[in-house]
Nanobody, 123 residues
Framework: QVQLVESGGGLVQAGGSLRLSCAAS????????MGWFRQAPGKEREFVAA????????DYSNSVKGRFTISRDNAKSTVSLQMNSLKPEDTALYTC????????????????WGQGTQVTVSS
């Protein structure tokens, strides 16, 4: 089992920045690829970003590429999502997820999920 706890969400004005963190506990964190997903009210959950277990590969959705940066610290068992130039359409519940093996854009490929942290961007 891997337990995931997100933090760092909040209310920010458009154009601002937030940094989300996800702390993992349980099995060896470095063996898991990590992803961030988000879900806005009335919408389906969507992929945001992912980072491979070996930190050698990152992937972003087109909607956040160039604005968000995913990173991980295997020594601290954390994964972060730096979000810059935030837009109102970025408002959602952001959740981190873990999967053994390589990263994926598919939510169904992830075995472990956190509870999420709310991000609200005002216009």
């Amino acid at each position: 089992q891997v337990q995931l706890v997100e933090s760092g969400g909040g209310l920010v004005q458009a154009g601002g920045s937030l940094r989300l963190s996800c702390a993992a506990s349980g099995r060896t964190f470095s063996a898991y690829s990590m992803g961030w997903f988000r879900q806005a009210p009335g919408k389906e959950r969507e992929f945001v970003a992912a980072i491979a277990w070996n930190e050698g590969y990152t992937d972003y959705s087109n909607s956040v590429k160039g604005r968000f940066t995913i990173s991980r610290d295997n020594a601290k068992s954390t994964v972060s999502l730096q979000m810059n130039s935030l837009k109102p359409e970025d408002t959602a519940l952001y959740t981190c997820a873990a999967r053994s093996g390589w990263d994926s854009r598919q939510a169904g490929d992830y075995q472990f999920w956190g509870q999420g942290t709310q991000v609200t961007v005002s216009s």
